[in-house]
């Protein structure tokens, strides 16, 4: 199951911890062990990264790095390690950088729709794109 989980074999101590533990939940309490390991959100990142076609450099003729591809990487590890479902995640792959922009104009047209301000085009294009996340993740 390690292999499994993490893509990595059990360290000797680990099998051994197992082997040595009597209780009817061993098997379970090791499982639990690697889903919370970050070990878990590594391996499982790879099958997404690859989807997208990640790479942290250009790859063929033109080798050169990738210096701020990273961060993306590590985002994905910590999706999968932290559980988010996978609508959300699905809504911040199409959305990005949008959902901060989008939160923060939803709190002025909130705002200014709760103090009987006009919105203006601002508000209605904030409107518009929360929809249209929303039905992506639909």
Do not use: C, M
Request: hydrophobic residues 35%; glycine residues 8%.
């Amino acid at each position: 199951v390690t292999f499994d989980l993490t893509g990595l074999p059990p360290t000797p101590e680990q099998v051994a911890a197992f082997v040595a533990d009597p209780r009817s939940d061993a098997f379970e309490r090791v499982v639990d062990e690697l889903l919370a390991s970050p070990r878990y959100g590594e391996r499982w990142a790879q099958h997404w990264l690859d989807v997208v076609r990640y790479a942290d450099t250009h790859g063929f003729e033109v080798n050169t790095e990738r210096p701020n591809a990273w961060p993306y990487r590590d985002y994905v590890i910590r999706a999968f390690n932290n559980d988010t479902p996978y609508d959300r995640f699905i809504k911040e792959q199409i959305a990005g950088d949008e959902f901060k922009r989008l939160r923060q104009g939803l709190q002025h047209f909130q705002a200014a729709r709760t103090h009987g301000a006009a919105v203006g085009n601002e508000g209605h294009r904030v409107a518009l794109g929360l929809g249209r996340v929303h039905q992506v993740g639909q």
